[in-house]
């Protein structure tokens, strides 16, 4: 949240607090954190009235508590608005860090208080009166729901992306809101957390407050308006517990569950690195809005115990499963996902899960999205990754393949066999496939050069070497993956870093500074583009990429970038003068790309194949009942796909024969 100018506080109440927070792993809670007491906030008026809120009083014993040092200031914002049937309010407070630590997600957390002063309802609110200044019906009390701050624009809600801090929290025996449970009452004796609060940012929206700093948090709730004024909530207050989180997260409310919405959190993700981003799943959300690699969160307890909950904010039943793909992730090509399905609300959702790797030594996971692990010798492999979603767990296997069994290029067309060594065909005025070459595990073409990846992790080049696109750089060992550009290489190493070399006219052999973490390559024509474990693309060169997440292969043609997402969806950008970058409408279940001159190919998980851009020598036209497809290669004008049974099919120009497959070739299938 961003505020400018010197702010002014008087009046400022002491709360209670701490003297040191103990320094704990980055992802995981808190519990040894010192107990930072609580505060009881309550919001008076709203719609025709006035709205007011402050903070009552500090409300724990100090033998709940450490140091006082916690300060909460006057009310700086307020707001409030009617919309079908609930009134919106929120309110904003300054909160200043006086303790002898930095504060680091500085939480206001929900609680609901047990014995003779418990809260109404089981719930964290408590002392409901009407206008009339009776007390209000104490069923309403679980009706009163935290939201995102939001205002009414032109009768619908608009969330404010500044104050946006609502927090939900995992709320399983030993999970986050467990560690946050024991800064207050680790038996729940008398005060039991709910999951949910609002989270207090600096100035600039940072989540750490320094000593001596002033940050701010927003409280926002909605109270369900009732039949005629006289029965609605005049005034109320909500319990809140004042804790520190290892966890830094946030969260895609019911008030963003639109594309725009996902837009809004995503944004907010990206200016918190790292940050684990919840997402409720309201009856709203489609899977279009869903922002990816969120964690879904399936049920919100409001009011009443963990295994007895009486209220919630959601409660949606779910459905989850996790299948094997059908063919294996390429090691340096698509990294092909478990096939993810959390059915809710009559939807499928694919991305909403956290995936864990049982077997770390074939299989390794980022930011959710599972690769393979290079092994030595290079060879086939089989591991098991673990996905959760709303406390569902489910298995699967994956394959890995270390083999790149096609390619093509200018005039010419590769395949790997199984014994290791090489076949090429169609043009051969670039020089001969290098005597005795074998033990091959991957090949690779550009305009008039090829590449071939070696068991051992070595390079072997052949060709034009007009700008050193064959002068494969000394000493280069450990090599996972290849790739070849118009006049440029690509090579791929085990520890996540790319070398390149040849043409460097417009800096495409030239890898970004601390590029790392790369999970697969792919070369244009004065251009290159990294794919990295998080599922963000990174180009240089003559092409730049617009911010995407979520992908799992790219594919470069002379002058476009291919984009292949985890659901099985397409992006496409650069040039289209050919129509190579037009994605047909619809597309979808795609599991691998390949980009030629000027045209496109994708490869879809029922063994077909769909081709798009310049067509002059069919090379776009796909051969009719091609099916069982394994593999696809795009050449400058032609296009190669490889077979389940390793029979090679080759359509498009053939004017060097490029297109005439060997008779009898068996290619290796990965």
């Known amino acids: 949240m961003k505020r400018s100018g010197v702010l002014l506080f008087t009046g400022l109440l002491a709360l209670t607090a701490c003297s040191s927070v103990p320094s704990v792993p980055e992802a ?19 719609s025709t009235q006035p709205l007011q809120a402050s903070l009552v009083r500090p409300v724990t014993p100090q033998a709940l ?59 964290a609110i408590s002392s409901m009166k009407t206008f009339g200044g009776t007390d209000a019906d104490g069923t309403l009390a679980t009706q009163i729901l935290p939201t995102q701050p939001v205002s009414l624009s032109n009768g619908t809600l608009k969330v404010d992306q500044e104050t946006a801090n609502l927090q939900v929290f995992d709320d399983v025996a030993g999970g986050e809101l467990d560690g946050l449970q024991a800064q207050v009452d680790a038996g729940r004796t008398t005060y039991d957390l709910l999951p949910y609060g609002f989270v207090a940012t600096t100035s600039t929206g940072g989540r750490t407050i320094a000593v001596g700093e002033t940050g701010y948090v927003t409280f926002a709730l909605s109270v369900p308006i009732q039949p005629t004024p006289v029965q609605d909530v005049f005034s109320f207050r909500i319990l809140m517990s004042v804790a520190t989180n290892s966890v830094t997260s946030i969260t895609q409310g019911l008030e963003e569950q639109d594309a725009a919405g996902m837009v809004a959190v995503e944004t907010r993700a990206a200016a918190l690195p790292g940050t684990k981003i919840h997402t409720l799943l309201g009856p709203a959300l489609t899977p279009a809005a869903a922002v990816f690699r969120a964690q879904p969160v399936c049920r919100v307890r409001i009011a009443g115990s963990r295994g007895a909950p009486t209220a919630t904010l959601v409660d949606t039943p779910v459905t989850f499963t996790l299948a094997t793909p059908s063919l294996p992730a390429i090691l340096g090509g698509p990294q092909r996902q478990p096939i993810a399905s959390l059915t809710a609300n009559g939807a499928v959702f694919r991305s909403l899960l956290e995936y864990r790797s049982l077997t770390p030594a074939t299989l390794s996971v980022t930011d959710n999205l599972v690769h393979p692990v290079p092994s030595s010798p290079p060879v086939r492999q089989t591991g098991t990754v673990e ?32 014994d290791g060594t090489v076949v090429e065909w169609g043009a051969t005025t670039f020089g001969a496939i290098p005597a005795g070459l074998n033990g091959v595990v991957a090949v690779a073409t550009g305009y008039g050069h090829r590449l071939a990846l ?47 070399w040849g043409d460097n006219r ?39 990429t617009s911010p995407l997440n979520g992908a799992v292969a790219i594919a470069s043609g002379s002058f476009h970038l291919l984009t292949l997402k985890v659901d099985g969806t397409v992006v496409a950008s650069g040039d289209n ?21 000027v045209h496109s190919l ?43 049974d390793g029979t090679v099919v080759a359509w498009g120009r053939n004017v060097n024969g490029q297109a005439s497959v060997p008779a009898g070739l068996k290619a290796l299938v990965p």
């Open 65 to 123: 508590t450490d140091q006082p040092c916690l300060v909460l200031g006057a009310v700086i914002s307020k707001g409030s608005g009617d919309l079908a049937g609930k009134r919106y309010l929120r309110a904003t407070f300054p909160v200043t860090n006086n303790c002898s630590t930095a504060l680091k997600n500085l939480t206001y957390v929900a609680v609901r208080r047990l014995g003779a002063a418990a809260t109404l309802g089981d719930s």
């Open 506 to 544: 417009s800096g495409q052999t030239m890898v970004p500074p601390g590029l790392s973490e790369v999970v697969a390559i792919s070369g244009g024509g004065s251009f290159s583009a990294a794919l990295k474990a998080d599922g963000t693309v990174v180009a240089w060169g003559s092409f730049s």
């Open 454 to 500: 070696k068991a051992d992790g070595t390079v072997v080049a052949w060709g034009t070497d007009f700008d050193g696109q064959t002068n494969v750089p000394a000493g280069l060992k450990e090599v996972v993956a290849i790739e070849g550009g118009s006049v440029h290489s690509l090579a791929l190493k085990a520890d996540g870093t790319v070398v390149a």
């Open 28 to 46: 995981t809670p808190n519990p040894a954190a010192l107990r930072l007491g609580m505060v009881e906030i309550e919001f008076k008026g709203g």
């Open 387 to 418: 996905g959760t979603a709303c406390g569902l767990t489910a298995t699967t296997t994956l394959r890995t393949s270390p083999f790149t069994s096609v390619a093509a290029s200018f005039g010419t067309s590769l395949a790997l066999k199984d």
């Open 577 to 597: 003068r050919f129509g190579q970058t037009t994605v047909p409408a619809g597309l979808s279940g795609v599991v691998a790309i390949a980009a030629g001159n």
């Open 602 to 644: 994708a490869l879809k998980a029922d063994g077909t194949v769909v081709a798009w851009g310049d067509n002059d020598s069919g090379q776009s036209t796909v051969p009719a009942g091609l099916s069982d497809v394994v593999a696809i290669a795009a050449g400058n004008v032609h296009s190669l796909a490889l077979k389940a």
